[in-house]
Nanobody, 123 residues
Framework: QVQLVESGGGLVQPGGSLRLSCAAS????????MGWYRQTPGKQRELVAI???????NYADSVEDRFSIFRHNTENTVYLQMYNLSPEDTAVYYC?????????????????WGQGTQVTVSS
C-alpha cells in the first residue's frame, strides 16, 4: 500500500552532521503526519521529531536545538537535518507516517513504518 524508504544514515564523528531522508510512495491520497523515531538496543523506540499537517513540528527535548525536520510536499518526502551529533544520538532511525489511502474504505489514516537506517556517532 505505502512504502517508506529511508536513506542518509551512516558513521559520523561527534560534532558532525547528517541528513536523513524518507520518501513515501504508493496509494497515497494525503499525509497527515511524518516523523522520525529512533531506537537503541534494549530501549523503547522514541520520538525524535514529527511534522503534522496543520500542526507544525515537534521535537524531543534532547534534539530540539540540534535537529530540524522539514517536508518536501510535492515529493511526499521528509528530511531530518541533524547537527552537532553526539554518541548519544547513535541509534536506528525510523521514518513513520500517517497516511490517508486512495480508495480508503473507512476514511481513517493508516500508520506506516520504514525499515530503519543506522546512525552511528563515534570517533
Amino acid at each position: 500500500q505505502v512504502q517508506l524508504v529511508e536513506s542518509g544514515g551512516g558513521l559520523v564523528q561527534p560534532g558532525g552532521s547528517l541528513r536523513l531522508s524518507c520518501a513515501a510512495s504508493g496509494s497515497i491520497f494525503s499525509i497527515s503526519s511524518m516523523g522520525w523515531y529512533r531506537q537503541t538496543p534494549g530501549k523503547q523506540r522514541e520520538l525524535v521529531a514529527i511534522w503534522t499537517n496543520g500542526g507544525g513540528v515537534n521535537y524531543a527535548d534532547s534534539v530540539e536545538d540540534r535537529f530540524s525536520i522539514f517536508r518536501h510536499n510535492t515529493e511526499n518526502t521528509v528530511y531530518l537535518q541533524m547537527y552537532n551529533l553526539s554518541p548519544e544520538d547513535t541509534a536506528v532511525y525510523y521514518c513513520n507516517a500517517d497516511v490517508y489511502l486512495i480508495n480508503s474504505e473507512n476514511g481513517a489514516p493508516i500508520n506506516f513504518w520504514g525499515q530503519g537506517t543506522q546512525v552511528t556517532v563515534s570517533s
